[in-house]
């Protein structure tokens, strides 16, 4: 019985790190894709983007992106880029705790404790 729960976590294990893979991939193309049309409105409109004027909050972002502003689509490819690792953190959360290894998994919840953390002192600082 331990030989066939031991090739189902295996098998558990391979599927997790093939996902995790996969959102790597889909992240970082999602990311290249809208910045590459934030680029091309910014050809098209004439913008700037070393000015230091482009949206930072979520609102602004969101209104910016509601008007097809070039500098809110392509906050959202670089939101969409730094989000990319922070989700591999959390599928790797799950993958340790299907590991059942729980040092793993309190060590990679600090990690995404810290990040959010840093996200939240980027945002409001």
Known sequence: MQN???????EETKYVE?????????GVIAAVVVLLIGLVLML??????????QPHRF??????LLHG??????MVGLFLLILTPVLRVVVSI???MVEHDRLYVWIT???????????VIGYFG
């Open 4 to 10: 066939r729960e031991r090739d189902q976590m295996h």
């Open 18 to 26: 093939l996902l995790i893979g996969r959102i790597m991939r889909i």
């Open 44 to 53: 098209f409109q004439g913008g700037n983007y070393a000015t230091g004027s």
């Open 59 to 64: 609102g602004t972002i969101f209104t910016g």
């Open 69 to 74: 502003q070039a500098d809110a689509v392509m």
């Open 94 to 96: 799950y993958a340790f």
């Open 109 to 119: 919840t600090v990690v995404l404790v810290i990040l959010a953390v840093a996200m």
